[in-house]
């Protein structure tokens, strides 16, 4: 049984920062991609990085580059979301996603496993 929990989110200022975290359990860690998305009300859910745990690559959507910095820690089966400088435009619910391969890694639809989600609002 799949499983992947968020932890992290919260309430804070503009400016401020938060970390987000992913356990992974119950999958093969190792050689695919794993992806934090976000959505907010009345949005499409948005594909905001993805680090492809084998190789260590790793991809941003445009309005996080320089904020934002996905990283691993293989031994814990963990990805973390550092999240600096956050803007009010970040509020939303944030999810991780696993998938084996994916072509679009912004792509929601390639993503088989999903978080249950951790709000982060930004005021």
């Known amino acids: 049984h799949v499983q992947l929990v968020e932890s992290g989110g919260g309430s804070v200022q503009a400016g401020e920062s938060l970390r987000l975290s992913c356990a992974a359990s119950?999958?093969?860690?190792?050689?695919?991609?794993m992806a934090w998305f976000r959505q907010a009300p009345g949005k499409e859910r948005e594909g905001v990085a993805c680090?492809?745990?084998?190789?260590?690559?790793?991809y941003y959507t445009d309005s996080v580059k320089g904020r934002f910095t996905i990283s691993q820690d293989y031994a814990k089966n963990t990805v973390y979301l550092q999240m600096n400088d956050l803007k009010p435009e970040d509020t939303a619910m944030y999810y991780c996603?696993?998938?084996?391969?994916?072509?679009?890694?912004?792509?929601?639809?390639?993503?088989?496993?999903w978080g249950q989600g951790t709000q982060v609002t930004v005021s």
């Open positions: 680090i492809y745990t084998g190789s260590g690559n790793t």
């Open positions: 119950g999958y093969t860690y190792n050689r695919n991609c």
């Open positions: 996603a696993a998938a084996w391969t994916v072509e679009n890694w912004a792509a929601a639809h390639e993503y088989s496993f």
